[in-house]
């Protein structure tokens, strides 16, 4: 299981919406959501304030995994030519 899916489950075991857990463990909502995203992984301080907030034993997560997303990938390189810079001078006639 995923940490945040196991987060997101002691959450809800609990009662708790994310912004009542954020504050209980003196995170910001949205610290709260991309750990359960799977977007961010914690320190090992937020999983020991998470636990406290929850009620629950750092071991409640044992066993879990990060989930590493991949870095986006790169934009190609623009293989069109820039334009021709244009002269300046007396207009052709």
């Known amino acids: 299981m995923l940490f945040g899916e ?3 489950e002691l959450r809800e075991a609990a009662g708790l919406t994310q912004g009542a857990l954020a504050e209980r463990a003196g995170m910001h909502l949205f610290g709260v959501a991309k750990l359960e995203q799977g ?4 320190a090992w301080s937020t999983v020991q304030a998470i636990c406290t907030a929850l009620g629950v034993k750092c071991s409640a997560f044992e ?4 989930a590493k997303r991949p870095a986006p990938a790169k ?4 293989t ?11 207009p052709k006639k």
Do not use: F
């Open 39 to 42: 977007v961010r992984e914690p």
């Open 63 to 66: 066993g879990t995994t990060s």
């Open 80 to 90: 069109k030519k820039p334009a021709a810079a244009k002269k300046k001078g007396a």
């Open 6 to 8: 196991k987060l997101k």
């Open 75 to 78: 934009k190609p390189a623009s």
